[in-house]
């Protein structure tokens, strides 16, 4: 997959994507030439809008947990090190989107972060149009 021969080239452990276009959900192993992946991803009943998380082979023993929210969010808590941290993909609704998809998504949003604990580092990746 040409993604992968990126994050291998770039030497990216962990990569979110946004827009994936894929329909439902699951987990596949990716292969590059040197390195392996495990893309988590989250689609819904269509193939519009998608959220996935690229984790490099050697740190997936490290996920914790994963969370998918919806069509537009989703996270992994993973251990890196000493520290725990929660990673998410968000695909915020574009430009031209209703204004009550607007609402719903930041709703979830903002629920979905006040359960995370403090002591718990967030890191959020976002595609905003």
Not at 37 to 41: A, E, H, I, V
Not at 45 to 53: E, L, Q, R
Not at 77 to 99: H, V
């Given at each position: ?23 439902s ?11 392996n ?5 989250n689609d819904q ?9 690229f984790?490099?082979k ?18 992994i ?23 009550e ?15 995370i ?13």
């Open positions: 997959m040409e993604i992968a021969e990126m994050l291998e080239r770039r030497r990216i452990d962990i990569c979110c994507l946004q827009e994936t276009r894929w329909k959900n699951g987990v596949c192993h990716i292969n590059s030439d040197k390195e992946y495990k893309l988590f991803w009943k269509t193939t519009k809008n998608g959220v996935g998380i984790v490099k050697l740190l997936v023993q490290e996920v914790l947990d994963i969370k998918r929210i919806n069509s537009r969010l989703m996270w808590k993973i251990r890196l090190e000493k520290q725990t941290m929660t990673i998410f993909s968000a695909y915020a609704p574009q430009t031209g989107e209703s204004e998809m607007k609402n719903d998504f930041w709703a979830a949003f903002s629920d979905t972060i006040s359960t604990p403090k002591s718990v580092t967030i890191l959020i990746t976002e595609q905003i149009f």
